[in-house]
């Protein structure tokens, strides 16, 4: 019927010979072949179909009807550059196997289940016409070298330096996997064990995991322990100032378990100690504080501590690493568990992920600490090693009872972390953060020497900042600054409707005191008021 | 030259005076720290890390690295895991500033070219899986399954049933993870049995599937390595009480392109992207674990997704975007305009920002490197391997399965065990003697002297066939031999008794 | 105590019951084979004093390196005692068994499950059975 619908049509079968459409399209209609021209379009519309006309009648097929050629050899190799099949070798392993065809191999698979068309995915790209594609889609983005970056609130320019890629861009670092064979991973195992002695050096915590997703999931993992800790107890509370993307993840983290988020208003963009005081209690099982908070204000993180612990509750410490160049530890206030977004520590901004989320907490804790640690041992010709340890908590073994659900960890961000935290050192951490707070500081005092703006908060800073518009026009001066090459910080609105006037800047130590001139003079000049765009 | 030297700790190179960095002068008037910050809050002193050069950093870690095995250095066919062949293309295209250099809170406008690369990974993940939306918020696949199983639970809230539908099947050859995951998103976990070929045991399944299942979840093909022959049944009759199929994605490197979830009964899936799609493992991570579901479950998504505008109205979403001139050429970008948008009744994010992007970025260059053809070409050398090496494998190492698989298959120990003494773990530790990374043992559970060997498509016959010899050659080598095992690595067995018993977690600050 | 002396239960945790003040006591603890088959344990979780336990239920957690293991309760009470000095020497578990080796005493509060409980020799056929 289809054959004599193509030969209706003037196309003859002979003319388009089977041998043609398996090596450059592979594809035929039913069971006889199908024009070369057809193929390529039925490949690129495959839920279209295709009307083909003779003076006598109009054919439709459906391009779903057309399928890909069941054959082991359908694929020339030359398009597949990581495969090593030859048609030779797919025969000889077909006849080892004892089957006829690849198709047959995947018989266990229901005939009516099978898909019978080709994916509708774009097609094949050489790496050169891949690069270019990719060059050109990068192309479109304001990537920090073309806008200079006031942006923060979880994620930072901070400068990358060329070994923390070196080391990173070991293969026989980010080509393996979990060790599971000690023997065969002392190289990623030492650097964790290593890892989690700079965190713990660097927090002043008791002991830490070899890394979770990021600082969010870091978060409501912490809140997880602490329920578990405390079973009787069934509120957390987190003050506003703490990130609300942190918080919005600790919620949907707790949206079906029996536990309730209770979050404590920050008007002076600091926790008010007494109203703290007031909403923690005996059924409180954590205090969240963030500090520097979300604002980028210096939380009197004491006197929180304080009040957890007055009540019983347990202190999660959300902290900024580059701020422990300065600021006190999370060890130093008493925190009971201290989380953090690592990317700060060698990783690039990435769009935001992949990130390294940093874990902490007091030895009391340890078994209830989700991820992977890493212990010391020694083998058994008496050689010091390094091993996964305390393993009797994680899914694999515990499954329902685990203490979390997470199973890989941020192995090859915590080696950048481990090599950025080695090359700064404790000098080079302290002036890090020094830059941070001084170029911070100059920034936020001459944009205020103009009237049209101020800051929102008294409470000192240390990198961040939230300034205010008199004018009350965040989305113009945006734009001005973006048309002059800032990107110049993060409209409050989105969060904190009651801060809409407000625009949170971020300053690393990367940038200039003539990009913290520019910045001031864009802004400056910015009209007080632009009428909204036609 | 292999480096098996003792490694001193980071620490013990660390001398008081040196250092790597410097930074710049600072170049604005300076205050002291005490005058800008509150005195309570600045610290007595830096943290103690150690003080090292540039040279011995990277002598230390690169000496680290050796001690290693990776795919780019060994064959490491760990089951499970899906260790192919990281493309370095994608280390690059992940690389370019344009995309690592990008904050995740810049306004959309000025990241168009990163909203089209994850919009088009929605679309592609969706089609591949054959469900209608897409998710890439997860970080893992255990935090797509977690993700999921949340998406399910609001779903079910919303329809009144969240009292009644408290249970999710799980059946007892799955990831710990499944459990694991259940359990923290609110709902019981119940555990169905498996047989010996790693198929539901039905009877089973039916005497624990009732009114009360939330979520159905499945790993197929399996952990056995074999598609669940009652897929479409057990699908239908929990579909059938209402409830909803999870299929864990951690095995689509066997089904790609000739069999979609979607078209099998799956309501909703995670991908691991750094097994199927090549992203590197990077030693245990990162990943991502993007998920996709039915229509009816996409409100419930957590965000933000990517969405495509056209003038300003939300367009087609299956609109045709492969055409061969550039989506975003000026005449296109005129019409389109992505943006991030969180779904009507989103269970809210799971993590901050938008998702792994750095690898779901290298996962859209395995894609278009391998285009629809070339996914399916994927798999097919996948299952031949497997299949292959099985064959070679199955006379000296019983299969309990059979004598067919998909990407992976798991022998068994027990013989070896019975008549030599000799454990799976032995056979793990000495192919490492080898130069093999070894299979992944003792799991799943259900096989005993579980061995589990996944070669991955980017493997040659000849690899296969060495390692096929390797193993039968060692099956027959002395038992004492292959208790000490291995003798030829940086180390030999691990006291890991000593480090569970009185654990020693970070290097002591003296 | 020797071990013939004890009662056992199928999940092999060991009973002595004695009289304290007229109420029952039930010392309880994990047989040598259990120990043996448990392999090298690393961890053990002790019941809370005070806590309620179930006979037959879970009531603690002993942990090797990787596997985790249930001590169900022999008896229906209340935990009146447990062996603190337990997790930090937990070698004792293996060298003594039935005596440094204890867990934990439970006020029994209902003594129906007592009768289910089997003497040395029927534990030792079971041993021989599972061992087999």
Redesign the interface.
């Known amino acids: 019927m289809l054959k004599k619908a193509l030969s209706d049509c003037g196309i003859r079968i002979a003319d388009c010979g089977l041998p043609i459409a398996i090596a450059e399209f592979g594809l035929r209609i039913a069971e006889y072949p199908i024009p070369k021209l057809l193929a390529a379009i039925a490949f690129r519309n495959p839920h279209s179909e295709t009307r083909i006309r003779n003076p006598n009648s109009a054919f439709r097929i459906p391009h779903s009807q057309i399928r890909i050629l069941p054959s082991a050899f359908r694929i020339p190799q030359s398009l597949m550059p990581y495969l090593y099949n030859t048609p030779d070798d797919q025969r000889e392993m077909l006849r080892a196997i004892g089957a006829e065809s690849i198709d047959e191999l995947f018989a266990p698979i229901p005939a009516d289940l099978q898909l019978k068309r080709s994916l509708d995915l774009p097609p094949a790209m050489s790496e050169l016409e891949l690069d270019r594609h990719l060059q050109m889609l990068a192309g479109l983005n304001d990537h920090a070298a073309k806008k200079v970056c006031f942006l923060g609130g979880g994620s930072y320019d901070h400068f990358v330096p060329a070994v923390v890629d070196a080391i990173a861009g070991r293969s026989e670092f980010y080509t393996s996997y979990t060790p599971y064979q000690a023997e065969a991973s002392q190289g990623n195992l030492q650097v964790m064990f290593e890892y989690q002695s700079l965190i713990t050096r660097l927090t002043g915590m008791d002991v830490a995991n070899s890394s979770l997703y990021d600082g969010a999931s870091a978060a409501a993992e912490a809140v997880l322990m602490a329920l578990h800790a405390h079973p009787q107890r069934r509120k957390i509370v987190a003050p506003a100032s703490v990130h609300p993307q942190y918080r919005e993840t600790i919620a949907t983290y707790l949206a079906n378990l029996d536990a309730e988020l209770v979050t404590l208003d920050c008007p002076g963009g600091v926790i008010d100690a007494d109203a703290l005081a007031a909403t923690v209690d005996g059924d409180t099982a954590a205090v969240l504080v963030q500090q520097p908070n979300f604002f980028g204000c210096v939380e009197d993180a004491d006197r929180a501590s304080a009040i957890a612990k007055t009540a019983g509750a347990l202190l999660i410490s959300v902290f900024d690493p580059i701020s422990l160049g300065l600021l006190k530890r999370p060890g130093d206030y008493g925190a009971s568990i201290a989380v953090a977004e690592g990317h700060t520590l060698g990783t690039p901004m990435s769009y935001g992920g992949p990130y390294l989320g940093i874990m902490a907490c007091d030895q009391s804790l340890v078994r209830r600490m989700p991820g992977r640690i890493v212990g010391e041992t020694r083998d058994r010709r008496g050689k010091r090693c390094f091993v996964l340890t305390l393993q009797t908590r994680e899914q694999h073994i515990r499954r329902e009872k685990a203490t979390s659900n997470v199973c890989t960890n941020q192995a090859l961000f915590a080696v950048r972390a481990s090599v950025y935290l080695a090359q700064l050192g404790p000098q080079g951490l302290r002036e890090t953060a020094s830059l941070c707070l001084q170029k911070s500081r100059y920034l936020a005092g001459r944009l205020c020497e103009n009237d049209r703006f101020s800051l929102a908060f008294a409470a000192p800073t240390f990198k961040e900042f939230v300034i205010r518009d008199a004018a009350n026009d965040v989305d113009g001066l945006l734009r001005t600054a973006l048309e002059a090459g800032y990107l110049a910080g993060l409209p409050l609105a989105p969060w904190y409707p009651e801060l809409s006037d407000c625009l949170l800047i971020a300053v690393t130590e990367k940038r200039t005191k003539a990009e913290l001139d520019g910045l001031v003079h864009a802004l400056s000049a910015a009209p007080a008021r632009q009428e909204a765009l036609s | 030259m292999r480096n098996t030297r003792?490694?001193q700790?980071?620490?013990d190179l660390s001398k008081p005076g040196?250092?790597?960095?410097?930074?710049?002068a600072?170049?604005?008037?300076?205050?002291p720290?005490e005058e800008?910050?509150?005195a309570?809050?600045?610290?007595a002193?830096?943290?103690?890390?150690?003080?090292?050069t540039?040279p011995q950093?990277?002598r230390h870690?690169?000496n680290?690295?050796?001690?290693?095995?990776?795919?780019?250095?060994?064959f490491?066919p760990?089951g499970s895991?899906t260790?192919?062949?990281?493309?370095k293309?994608n280390?690059?295209?992940a690389?370019?500033?344009?995309?690592?250099?990008?904050?995740?809170?810049?306004?959309a406008e000025?990241?168009?070219?990163?909203l089209?690369?994850l919009y088009e990974m929605q679309q592609?993940l969706s089609?591949?899986s054959?469900l209608a939306a897409c998710s890439l918020q997860p970080?893992?696949?255990?935090?797509g399954?977690?993700a999921a199983l949340?998406v399910a639970?609001?779903y079910f809230r919303d329809m009144g049933q969240s009292e009644q539908r408290k249970r999710v099947l799980v059946p007892d050859n799955a990831?710990?993870?499944n459990?694991?995951?259940?359990?923290?998103?609110?709902?019981d976990?119940v555990a169905v049995k498996t047989l010996k070929n790693g198929g539901v045991d039905m009877a089973d399944f039916y005497a624990k599937l009732d009114d009360r299942i939330a979520v159905f979840m499945i790993t197929n093909p399996n952990t056995v390595g074999?598609?669940e022959?009652a897929?479409?049944e057990l699908a239908d009759a929990v579909h059938q009480r209402g409830g909803l199929v999870y299929l864990d994605g951690a095995n689509m490197n066997a089904?790609?392109?000739?069999?979609?979830p979607g078209?099998?009964g799956a309501d909703m899936q995670h991908y691991n992207p750094h097994k199927t799609f090549?992203g590197?493992?990077?030693?245990?991570?990162?990943?991502?674990g993007p998920i996709c579901v039915t229509k009816r479950l996409a409100p419930y998504l957590?965000g933000p997704v990517v969405e495509k505008e056209l003038r300003g109205a939300s367009c087609e979403a299956?609109e045709?975007?492969?055409?061969p001139f550039?989506p975003?050429s000026p005449r296109n970008?005129q019409l389109h305009r992505y943006s991030l948008t969180s779904p009507p009744k989103s269970?809210?994010?799971?993590?901050?920002?938008?998702?792994?992007?750095?690898?779901l970025l290298r996962a859209y260059?395995y894609?278009?490197?391998?285009?629809?053809?070339?996914?399916?070409?994927?798999s097919?050398?996948a299952?031949?391997?497997a299949?292959?090496l099985?064959?070679?494998v199955k006379h000296f190492l019983p299969v309990p399965q059979g004598?067919?698989c998909?990407h992976e298959f798991v022998a068994s120990g027990s013989r070896l065990k019975a008549e030599r003494g000799v454990a799976a773990m032995d056979v793990?530790?000495r192919l490492?003697d080898f130069g093999y990374?070894?299979p992944?043992v003792?799991?799943p559970l259900t096989v005993p002297e579980a061995i589990m060997v996944e070669p991955t498509?980017?493997?040659?016959?000849e690899t296969l066939d060495a390692f096929a010899e390797t193993l039968f050659r060692i099956t027959g080598e002395d038992p004492q031999l292959l208790h000490?095992a291995?003798h030829t690595?940086?180390?030999?067995?691990?006291?890991?008794?000593?480090?569970?018993?009185q654990?020693?977690?970070?290097?002591p600050?003296f | 105590m020797k071990p013939a002396d004890l009662l056992y239960a199928k999940t092999h945790e060991w009973v002595a019951v004695a009289d304290e003040g007229g109420a029952k006591v039930a010392t309880v603890g994990i047989s040598a084979f259990a120990v043996e088959a448990l392999t090298d344990l690393v961890f053990i979780e002790l019941p809370k004093v005070g806590a309620r336990v179930q006979a037959e239920q879970p009531f603690c957690e002993v942990e090797s390196v990787k596997a985790v293991s249930d001590v169900y309760a022999p008896v229906t009470g209340e935990v009146v005692e447990v062996n603190a000095r337990l997790p930090d020497r937990l070698e004792v578990l293996s060298s003594d068994p039935y005596g440094e080796g204890w867990i934990a005493k439970i006020r029994i509060s209902d003594e129906s499950n007592l009768a289910k409980l089997m003497n040395y020799a029927a534990y030792q056929k079971q041993c021989a059975e599972e061992g087999a």
């Open positions: 003792d490694t700790l980071l620490f040196r250092r790597a960095a410097r930074l710049p600072c170049d604005v008037p300076e205050r720290p800008l910050l509150p309570g809050a600045i610290a002193a830096a943290p103690a890390l150690p003080e090292v540039e950093i990277v870690y690169v680290l690295s050796t001690q290693n095995m990776s795919v780019d250095t060994h490491y760990l895991c260790m192919k062949y990281n493309p293309r280390e690059r295209a690389a370019m500033p344009g995309f690592a250099d990008l904050h995740p809170l810049q306004p000025t990241i168009q070219g990163m089209h690369v592609y089609e591949i054959g970080a893992a696949g255990a935090h399954e977690y949340l639970a609001a990831h710990g993870t459990p694991a995951s259940a359990v923290m998103a609110g709902f976990t074999i598609f022959p897929m479409r089904i790609l392109g000739v069999t979609r078209d099998f090549s590197p493992h990077g030693g245990g991570g990162p990943g991502a957590p299956r045709d975007e492969i055409a550039s975003l970008s269970i809210g994010r799971v993590r901050s920002f938008v998702g792994n992007v750095g690898v260059c894609i278009r490197t391998h285009g629809p053809d070339g996914l399916r070409a994927v097919e050398n299952v031949l391997n299949n292959y099985l064959s070679r004598d067919r998909m793990a530790k490492l990374h070894a992944t003792y799991f498509e980017t493997e040659s016959k000490e291995p690595t940086p180390i030999s067995r691990p006291d890991e008794v000593q480090a569970a018993r654990p020693t977690l970070c290097c600050v």
